[in-house]
């Protein structure tokens, strides 16, 4: 299949109101994508404590989790290109919602972590059909912007889903906590079915007609970006889950209060979450290349830099401080690759594109629960930082390899 391409995607200047309202409506998807996809951690607590276990027990069923949606990822991201973006995000927040739900009335962790690995694949295939949706309705010189708003809603779905969980726990138990984390999905599907349009580009036959399949990502014409995207999006995920992993471990474990710990891991998202707006401007104003580039070297700085400052120091604020900064230029670079992904790859393949892309990343999401234990193992604290920078040093080079980086907003 050549890889050209269409002109579905918008290239003027004019955002109108009705592509703004598609964007909300896949970001919307996204906030619950990522209120489901953390809701288990905040339940794991009281799981433990109702069911006689260890966190080593619940080990398994986090994994299970993440390859579900490593392989819903992936899946869905051929198949959106296939039968429509729009049947697949719909279909993938209904298999979340209504798996979340059913969590709720699980009594033993071989049942948890059969719904956990389905509601994975729901969780995984939103992603890349809302990455393409929200591309394709955005002008090209505010892409960026808008693919980026849609995927930041993910930590955002986090920090609402520890808010309602603060509710819902103390009087009401894990099992209402699921019920709702699946309750709105539902709601939020029944909205996609009643207001959501299909992409352009599938609405026209351009991406249908052409079968996208992964084959078409190793073509000739594409291969080094394809080979560079995957490398940073493994190194990225790596950095990113060994935070939501071990941070509260590592500082613990290097004799800071627990409050400590969890505040760490709030600065960590508080400070992506500015990261990934203001990346999105970097890019508008200078280009992918430069800011993506000065980001991950600022992660990799960061991270070592913070092997010695941090670590050994028993300074709280300096520990807080540095998981902002980290999460500032670690989920800056994350983000926005998706709004990389989706220049790269033309309107018949992106959604495939982006799903593989994202599928690889969650390995490294994977490795990061086995790497994170061992180096805290071996090195402790200082060895954690310096596999952080490790990892963020690799996205540096991956990115420096892309060939097709989104130009600033001026030259498109």
Known sequence: MPVRHSQSAQSGD???????????LAALAIVFDGFDNQVLGFATPALIKEWGITKSDMAPVAAIGLIGMTVGTIIAGVLGDRFGRRAMLIASVLLFGAMTCLI??????????????????????????????????????????????????????????????????????WQALFFVAGGLPLLVGLILIAALPESPSFK????????????????????????ALWSAFFA????????????????????????????????????????????AGFIMALGSRRSLLALSAAAAIMAGFSAWW?????????????????????NGVQTTMFAVAAHVYPDAIRATGVGAALGVGRIGAVLSSFLGAAVLGAGG??????????????????????TRHIPRSAEL
């Open 14 to 24: 004019r955002w109108t109101t009705y592509q703004k309202g598609v964007v909300a």
């Open 104 to 173: 709720g009335f699980t009594h033993d962790l071989w049942q948890l972590g059969v719904l956990r690995f389905l509601s994975g694949l729901g969780l995984g295939g939103a992603m890349p059909n809302a990455t393409a949706i929200a591309a394709e309705y955005t002008p090209s010189r505010r892409r960026a912007l808008a693919v980026t708003l849609t995927i930041v809603c993910i930590p955002l779905g986090g920090l609402i889903a520890g808010l309602i969980s603060r509710t819902i726990l103390p009087g009401m138990g």
């Open 204 to 227: 026209t036959g351009s991406a249908a007609a052409q079968r996208a399949t992964l084959g078409d990502l190793f073509g000739p014409a594409i291969l080094r970006d394809t080979l």
């Open 236 to 279: 990225c995920l790596l950095a990113v889950y060994s935070v939501f992993s071990w941070a509260p471990t590592m500082l613990t474990e290097a004799g800071f209060a627990p409050a400590t710990a969890s505040d760490g891991l709030s600065a960590f998202n508080f400070g992506g979450i500015g990261g990934a707006v203001l990346a």
């Open 310 to 330: 941090v670590v050994g120091s028993g300074d709280a604020a300096r520990a807080i401080l540095a998981f902002a900064v980290l999460g500032f230029a670690i």
């Open 381 to 402: 604290g200082a060895a954690y930082f310096l596999l952080i920078a490790v990892a963020m040093a690799v996205a540096f080079v991956a990115l420096a390899a892309l």
